[in-house]
């Protein structure tokens, strides 16, 4: 499968699996499926069979609501079976909206609470280097995520440490729940921040595949003692264009059978 | 000696033994005694600055990759400061990390008011499987380190840095979940934790010598609770008065009558902070105001023995 068939089948199993609960964190979701596609496609090392492979490449969620489109990911990559995706939020489920690393396979640190992903990021890779293991831990962090203050708290440690096999991906959608970030509370300029705390920061269209790919290429090759930092400007929403108009309010919104159908419809 | 230069001695010799085992301070490994490791086990201590809820997230990092972390500050920067990173990195994802959380309650003495905690067992009780540890002595702590290094899940260990009386002698064993008992009789049951069990110890000493009987358990895990021993002692002397460091609210008198209220329904009193704020002063002086002295309990306890 190419990328841009990956990325549209995460894209319909994200939507399969918010649709089974009815409403969800669509927005946001869909705004990390391209990079998603990018990372599982041609990055991550990782093993479905053996999901806790010791030397696998590993991914926290920070926006640990974007579940869905993460569940897609490991449910076409075969880390468990598809129908799984049904079950969301359902009481004893394997899939709670936002990620657990107890409880999916593929999943490697429960996130939810914003702003946390970051630092324990930092505690895997501390550990990656006490035990000579030689991987990738990839954070990715909404951009209203960032107003969290631990999130710097997080940049400060990785670069002091030179954790320079961390690389933070930026979801820049520019929403959150009370509306544009820039107006809620601007977190701008993003690669600066970061440049400031001592990472390498590169600034990327997030549905390009290719600049993506680059992007990440060029971060896991850096290892120049600075953790890495690309912030991809993504749409809230995006792939389904009534989705992508909603503005704020996808962030989380429903998945009707008519939106899920009018959604397949667009995904064909 | 100081219980730090005991904590500290003893987890080198653990450390030594066992390479899972990390270190991390947030700018307190001076005050907290951890300094000395830095030296012998560079790469196991990690020094994160002044961020108490990233060294959280970072243990559960580490947790979540097979280490044994130990994280120290004072009591309020972890269980105020890093509280949802407890909650959400660290109980419910099930990470084994330790806290080791220094000067609880008027231990803080004069850095007092902002840094002193009287709700710490209460907030970090009612997570879902951590076990919270109040220790009385250097030596109970020397003792329960090998435990705590061993334990699965995560663990609060309330702990004061300096020198305490001493309590307990080399033969004590310390057993995770057990009550020590410490007198017996049938007139009271004493319930006490942590450095409170010093008061408690004197107060009952006192009642034997006026003829009373009583039941001492020193509570060195407050959850979870030795449930038998508690239970067992109160259908005995059908009175029972908690003794702890903390607030009335939630800490060990609350544990204590949530199980007695549905057990075994007892006469219980509390010798614990009433809804006081925190404030600065001498540990001697603060344990005055706040009504946490040996004449404390014994006056407490002696009510209770008289009450019909």
Redesign the interface.
Known sequence: MDVASFSKEIRRNTLRCLHSQGSGHVGGSLSIVDVLAVLYSKHMHVDPADPKKDDRDKLVLSKGHAGPALYATLAIKGFFPVEWLDTLNKLGTRLPSHV???LTPGV??????LG?GL??????????R??GIDRYVYVITGDGELQEG?NW??A??AA?KKLDHIVVIVDSNKLQIDGATKDVMNVEDICGKFEAFGFDAQRVNGHDFDALDKAIVKAKSARNGKPQCIVMDTVKGKGVSFYEAMGAGVHSTTVTDEQYAAAMEELK | MELRKEYVGELAALMRENDKI?VLDADLAGAGGTKPLYAEFP??C?E??I?E??M????????????I?FIHTFVPFVARRAL??I???VC???QNVRMIAFDPGVHTGSNGGTHMSFEDIATIRAFCNIAVLDIVDGVQLRKALPYIVQHKGPMYIRVVRKQTDVLFGEDYKFEFGKADKLRDGKDITIVASGTMLFDAVRAADKLIQEGKTVDLLGIHTVKPLDEQAILQSARKTKRVLTVENHSIHGGLYGAVTELLSANEPTLCDAVAVRDKLTQVGSVNDLKRDYGLTEQDVYDRAMRLIERK
């Open positions: 657990n690393i107890n490697d640190m429960t996130a939810g609470s946390q630092s324990c990021a930092c505690g895997l890779a501390v550990a990656d006490l035990k631990q708290e997080g400060m440690f002091h | 990390i790469d196991r990690i994160v600055g961020a809820a990233n959280a997230c970072i243990a559960a990092g580490l947790a979540a990759s097979g280490y972390p949802d990173q909650a959400v990195s419910y994802s099930e």
